[in-house]
């Protein structure tokens, strides 16, 4: 194999590589606006210059490729000087709206600027003056000020989405990127180029001025919008889950993820979320009063144990071990059907998007839960999204318990109801349409407070049912997922998540109001 | 009739019993004016010492504040430790504060003004004032905490160190006046001159033993704040700790009448008294405040004794001279030549003077230039 | 290296000093002498609401945020302060702002909880807009806790104006 010696290091490459991939294979950071693995190669930006021996000017990285014998260095006062200077032309112009700008502290700009820039200007002429808050459709907001024309978003949409919205317009300190179609965006990925823009020229209308990300806290997790299960990073503040963005993972999403499953977190952060178990008061339908947890699990043995009743209706959204625990919960109380409910869509298409909803419907089936089609009592009933399960399914249900997010949810019928967390607020797998597990993975900063896992509370009710039973934490849940065969043949990874909180008495909050 | 009561010299009529009561109650209740006053009087003293103002908000320059901190410690939530001797933790500010009432009975304030005519009214004074100590050391004993049990046993052993020399040096005056009655020791020195003159010694160590005996600084050991928290009131808090706080001040006030009273000519000024039994009060009065006021002013002048220096000056210094003051007095009672109770005080004026210029003359100097410390090893 | 050792070379105490009495009696004539010179007035304290205190430019008071002197609020709700507080005095509720404005950002929300605040003055340090500064303001009182949290109105009340020579984003 040929080498090539970068910063001293000799490595090893494959023919075609350029320079900044031999790089960043090796743990090489080299700084890149324009440059984007996912997107062709434009080589605009100039910020990636290093230095090449033999060569008398610095080149860059991104576009050069890697030979047999060639010495390199990024860190060499010629590639600094290099790479200075282009900071400096970038910042001629780029207004210093940093206060009010949302990606200060992920902006690139600003990294480099901390690390190769001027501390002035030497331009003795004002700043240009283009167009600020340009709307590119509903979700995007424009700002030509900010723009360092790295063309990233152009060649998103005409290379991945093959749309081509945009374009660059103008020359000179007057270019700016222009929406070629009319109003919308026609593709449904739209909102990548928010990611994809090193600096806040593109800002999202959805999360534009929410929270200062230094705030945020960052989960890895998965999208739980459709069956893909797009990789993602939950950010989070506060209690509230503020915006979901796509991380790279080639065998699911590569770089992407769709826009309606980056807006479809609202119910998280709903007012009407269910806060606290309720049981019943009496007879009539919908006659609840709020319980405490240990008297809700107390009830909800009495009610399953005077109802002898099983089966399960699940949401296909629930995670693996959820699903496992209620299939033994019911398999405590009495014998019954295991059912999910999923929301099958229209709008698959061959990239990411995929028509069946169930995050988890794959899983559901590998457990041995079919597709409900119709109401059937049930002992116990899993709601995450109301509209996944449909009314009729899960008032015709008439579980005895039911875990539900929203309180709009409840099924009057229902003996016992425990709030649900939602899929960012627990630890579980989830299979997607792919037959891949992927753990979703609970963010510190979303949800209410004291919600507890649903696990546990089946766990609880189960032992409460029948006391010669063992309880199982994660490990248990998965032991019982490994003795299924389809489930094990999905090839269940050992996961480990991060060790439950221990319940608290309402902390005070943080944050003043 | 009781053939007890008839044997009494003469059984006192209704008369003079009430005449006794509305004394009694007058003087009661001046005493404890004065004790609020007198708290006042320290805190405004005590800021135009340090170059503040002090209290003057509540009523004109701030007069009533004492009121204000009564209104204040009788609401202030009277806390009993659950670690406490009960009863003996209440009735201790008590029996501290009762002596210091008593005693006063005794004070004759102007001719024919006083409580109780005793015939041996200076011992009246000194047995019952003692008994002070007894509030102090059960209070500090039946809060059942190290820092008030220790500022009691300072206590105890304080008040009775020095109420020896208390009572050895009001011999001296009891010789020259013949009497134990404190209206003829008044009287004698509105006719042959104040102690103060005729007794000079005996007058220092007599006011310096009261300031011990009052617990004032620099004799505040036994609530010496810096080392003590509060000494033998740490555990109480309320009106409690007010009777305590009040019967420290009242007892301030009979050493200060007792001192007027022993020294100072009580009732007596260039033949003012004879204006009338008023005036004589006036002046009474005005001697025992200018005393408080000293009382006062030595507190912020003067920094508190060490624990072993205030037993060794009473042991070693005190208890000496006052004994050698009651000989000298002796041998100038019967020699007839009063002039010779000045030689022991001149002598030691001398004696001091010489010892120190003594000392000066062998102070060695600074120390000399301490060598460098060894640099410490760098081994590792 | 050798520690170094300083002997301070002390006075000879002189023959008043040893006397002791001489000692007690200037000791009192000092605070008697204190004593009649605060009698005459000579004093340091100062009777607070009849008498008040010139407050210097430098004094920490109460944080409060300043208007230009076109009366344009300043603040952009970067959150810098809010990051920077040390006791979290600061709650910001970022805000779009009307097109017309010459900056698009300011606070929907700013409250400042003067019970958790320190006076440490880093809001002001941190501001990249000058629009938070510790004002003169040290009578800050109240019945109840809620009034003690300033809210966006009581923190420009309190600020008021300051002449902003630069306008940033009148011609950024």
Redesign the interface.
């Known amino acids: 194999m040929p080498t090539i010696t970068i910063d001293g290091r000799k490595l090893e490459f494959k023919p075609g590589q350029t320079i900044i991939q031999v790089a960043q294979a090796a743990g090489i950071e080299v700084p890149h606006y324009c440059y984007h693995p996912g997107l062709s190669v434009a080589g605009n930006c100039r910020i990636c210059m290093v230095e090449v021996e033999k060569n008398p000017r610095p080149q860059i990285a991104c576009y050069v490729q890697a030979a047999d014998g060639m010495v390199v260095h990024t860190q060499s006062a010629l590639a600094r000087e290099a790479r200075s200077g282009t900071m400096e032309m970038l910042l001629v112009n780029h207004p210093l709206d940093c206060p009010i700008c949302d990606q200060a502290g992920e902006c690139k700009l600003q990294d480099y600027a901390f690390e190769f820039g001027h501390p002035t200007t030497r331009s003795p002429v004002e700043k240009t003056h283009l167009p600020k808050a340009v709307p590119f459709g509903a979700k995007i907001v424009y700002d030509a000020e900010r723009c360092i024309k790295c063309t990233r978003c152009v060649r998103f949409t005409e290379e991945v989405t093959r749309t081509a919205e945009l374009s660059m317009g103008q020359r000179g300190d007057h270019e700016v990127v222009i929406m070629t179609s009319k109003g919308e965006f026609a593709t449904p990925y739209a909102m990548n180029i928010v990611d994809l823009c090193p600096v806040g020229a593109l800002t999202s209308r959805d999360f534009r001025f929410e929270s200062r990300v230094w705030f945020m806290d960052f989960t890895e997790s998965v999208c739980t919008g459709c069956a893909r299960g797009c990789n993602v990073t939950v950010g989070a503040r506060g209690g509230r889950f503020l915006r979901m963005t796509p991380r790279e993972n080639q065998d699911v999403n590569r770089w992407w993820m769709c826009d309606a499953g980056r807006t479809g977190y609202k119910f998280v952060n709903a007012p009407t979320r269910l806060l606290r178990p309720r049981v019943r008061a009496g007879a009539g339908a919908g006659d609840f009063r709020e319980a405490d947890w240990d008297e809700a699990v107390a009830a909800a043995a009495d009610a399953l144990r005077a109802s002898g009743r099983g089966g399960v209706l699940a949401d296909a959204g629930a995670t693996l071990e959820e699903l496992v625990a209620a299939r033994d919960l019911a398999a405590a109380s009495g014998k019954g059907d295991l059912r999910y409910a999923s929301r099958v869509g229209t709008d698959g298409d061959a990239f990411l998007v995929v028509n069946e909803k169930g995050a988890n419907q794959r899983g559901a089936e590998a457990l041995g839960f079919a597709r409900a089609t119709g109401p059937a009592p049930v002992a116990v009933l899993l709601v995450e999204r109301g509209d996944a399960v449909p009314k009729a399914l899960r008032d015709g249900a008439d579980p005895v318990v039911a875990f539900v997010t929203d309180a709009g949810d409840v099924p009057p019928t229902a003996q016992v109801v425990f709030p649900l967390p939602t899929w960012a607020e627990k630890d579980g797998l989830l299979v997607n349409v792919d037959g891949r597990v992927q753990p979703v993975r609970r963010s510190r900063a979303v949800g209410p407070r004291d919600l507890r896992a649903p696990t546990a509370v089946m766990e609880e009710v189960r032992l409460a049912l029948d006391p010669t039973a063992e309880p199982r934490d994660h490990a248990g849940l998965h032991a019982a997922l490994r003795a299924v065969p389809a489930v094990a043949a999905l090839g269940l990874p050992d996961v480990v998540f991060a060790p439950a909180p221990t319940p608290t008495v309402a902390a005070p909050r943080s944050r003043t109001r | 009739m009781n053939p007890l009561l008839a044997s009494l010299p003469s059984s006192p009529g209704f008369l003079d019993v009430l005449k006794s009561l509305g004394l009694v109650l007058l003087v009661a209740h001046v005493m404890l004016g004065l004790g609020a006053i007198l708290v006042w009087a320290e805190r405004r003293?005590s800021?135009?010492?340090?170059?503040?103002?002090g209290p003057n908000r509540c009523g004109p320059a701030g007069l009533l504040q004492s009121i204000a901190d009564l209104g204040k410690f009788i609401f202030k939530e009277d806390v009993v430790p659950h670690h406490v001797l009960k009863w003996m933790y209440i009735l201790a500010p008590t029996i501290s504060l009762v002596p210091a009432m008593v005693t006063i009975a005794v004070i004759p304030f102007a001719p024919g003004v006083q409580i109780a005519d005793l015939n041996v009214g200076i011992l009246y004074v000194l047995s019952i004032s003692s008994l002070g100590v007894y509030g102090i050391t059960l209070g500090s004993w039946a809060s059942n905490s190290k820092y008030a049990l220790l500022g009691g046993v300072r206590s105890s052993a304080q008040m009775i160190s020095y109420e020896v020399v208390m009572g050895i040096s009001a011999v001296g005056v009891l010789l020259t006046t013949g009497s134990l009655h404190l209206g003829d020791v008044v009287a004698e020195q509105a006719s042959s001159g104040w102690f103060l003159w005729r007794q000079p010694l005996a007058f220092f160590l007599f006011l310096t033993a009261s300031y011990a005996e009052t617990n004032r600084l620099p004799f505040d050991l036994p609530e010496a704040e810096s080392e003590l928290v509060a000494g033998y009131h740490t555990e109480y808090s309320s009106m409690k700790f007010a009777l305590f706080f009040l019967a420290e001040y009242l007892a301030m006030i009979v050493a200060s009448s007792l001192v007027t009273t022993l020294f100072l000519g009580g009732w007596s000024l260039f033949g003012l008294e004879r204006l009338g039994w008023l005036a004589g009060v006036a002046i009474f009065m005005a001697k025992t405040l200018f005393l408080l006021f000293v009382f006062i002013?030595?507190r912020?002048?003067?920094p508190r004794f060490r624990y072993d220096q205030l037993m060794s000056i009473c042991w070693k210094w005190f208890f000496p001279l006052a004994l050698a003051n009651v000989l000298v007095t002796a041998g100038a009672e019967a020699s007839g030549v009063p002039a010779l109770t000045w030689v022991l005080p001149v002598a030691l004026l001398g004696m001091?003077?010489g010892a120190?210029?003594l000392?000066?003359r062998r102070?060695p100097?600074?120390?000399p230039?301490?060598?460098?410390?060894?640099?410490?090893s760098s081994s590792r | 290296m050798a520690a170094t050792v300083k002997t301070i070379a002390r006075r000879k105490t002189t023959l008043k000093e040893r006397l002791l009495f001489p000692a007690i009696f200037s000791g009192m004539k000092i605070t008697i002498g204190h004593f009649f010179r605060t009698l005459r007035g000579k004093r340091v304290t100062m009777q607070y609401p009849e008498e008040r205190w010139e407050v210097k430019d430098n004094y920490r008071g109460a944080p409060a945020l300043v208007k230009d002197d076109e009366g344009r609020p300043k603040c952009v709700a970067c959150s810098l302060c809010e990051y920077v507080c040390p006791p979290k005095a600061i709650y910001i509720v970022p805000g779009e702002l009307e097109p017309g404005n010459r900056v698009e950002r300011g606070p929907a929300v700013f409250n400042i909880n003067m019970l958790r605040c320190i006076f440490c003055g880093l809001c002001e340090e941190a501001c990249p807009e000058e629009a938070i500064f510790m004002s003169k303001e040290f009578e800050l009182w109240g019945e109840k806790r809620s009034e003690l949290v300033h809210d966006k109105e009581t923190l420009y009340a309190i600020g008021g104006v300051r002449p902003d020579p630069i306008k940033k984003w009148s011609h950024k």
Request: hydrophobic share 55%.
């Open positions: 003293v800021a135009l010492i340090q170059d503040r103002l002013w030595i912020w002048t003067l001091g003077v120190a210029v000392a000066q102070d100097g600074p120390p230039e301490l060598a460098p410390l060894p640099a410490p």
